[in-house]
T-cell receptor, first 111, second 111 residues
Framework: NAGVTQTPKFQVLKTGQSMTLQCAQD?????MSWYRQDPGMGLRLIHY???????DQGEVPNGYNVSRSTTEDFPLRLLSAAPSQTSVYFC??????????FGPGTRLTVL | GQQVMQIPQYQHVQEGEDFTTYCNSS?????IQWYKQRPGGHPVFLIQ?????EVKKQKRLTFQFGEAKKNSSLHITATQTTDVGTYFC???????????FGQGTELSVKP
């Protein structure tokens, strides 16, 4: 099992550009989540999904879109990148009441 | 909305000293999970507590879940340099979808 995979590992964007952060898991987990991590702020929940076709907002959803068309994939879209979105992004997956597994992260810089 | 506060933000100890981090939620939790993140890495699951008043041990680590299921603590006895990292608590809501993280406690251990 590859676990949770994220691409790319690093990305530099200019303000206003759009991009999609990819996340995939091969553990057949129902729940998937996106977090951003900033110094001193811990991990803040952006969006999450409890199954294919179902998504919901977390603590800091503005500026981000998600979709969950399959169990395996949960991409995160930035429609118009802003410097405030410079962060490390982690995707995670879990079964309903089980261990949450994190991907290796994507380090995003918006200039 | 649900908020999870964690203190202290930083803790510097001499090797062999004990360490404790505390977690408080603004709402009653269905469960609480603890994670450890090494510098440059991703969070790694340590344990989950579900029952009111539950206490679990993993070698030198002791985890507690409060009677009201709104607070938790992680205690490390006789710290070692391998304990260095940031420890996060994460509270699950009663709908089971969201997992909200505290800000984390960064532990440094001086040999």
């Amino acid at each position: 099992n590859a676990g949770v995979t994220q691409t790319p590992k690093f990305q530099v964007l200019k303000t206003g550009q759009s991009m999609t952060l990819q996340c995939a898991q091969d553990m057949n987990h129902e729940y998937m989540s996106w977090y951003r991590q900033d110094p001193g702020m811990g991990l803040r929940l952006i969006h999450y999904s409890v199954g294919a076709g179902i998504t919901d907002q977390g603590e800091v959803p503005n500026g981000y879109n998600v979709s969950r068309s399959t169990t395996e994939d949960f991409p995160l879209r930035l429609l118009s990148a802003a410097p405030s979105q410079t962060s490390v992004y982690f995707c995670a997956s879990r079964s309903r009441s089980d261990t949450q597994y994190f991907g290796p992260g994507t380090r995003l810089t918006v200039l | 909305g649900q908020q999870v506060m964690q203190i202290p933000q930083y803790q510097h100890v001499q090797e062999g000293e004990d360490f404790t981090t505390y977690c408080n939620s603004s709402t009653t939790l269905s469960n609480i999970q603890w994670y450890k993140q090494r510098p440059g890495g991703h969070p790694v699951f340590l344990i989950q507590l579900v029952k009111s008043g539950e206490v679990k041990k993993q070698k030198r680590l002791t985890f507690q879940f409060g009677e009201a299921k709104k607070n938790s603590s992680l205690h490390i006895t006789a710290t070692q340099t391998t304990d260095v990292g940031t420890y996060f608590c994460a509270g699950g809501d009663n709908q089971g979808g969201k997992l909200i993280f505290g800000q984390g406690t960064e532990l440094s251990v001086k040999p």
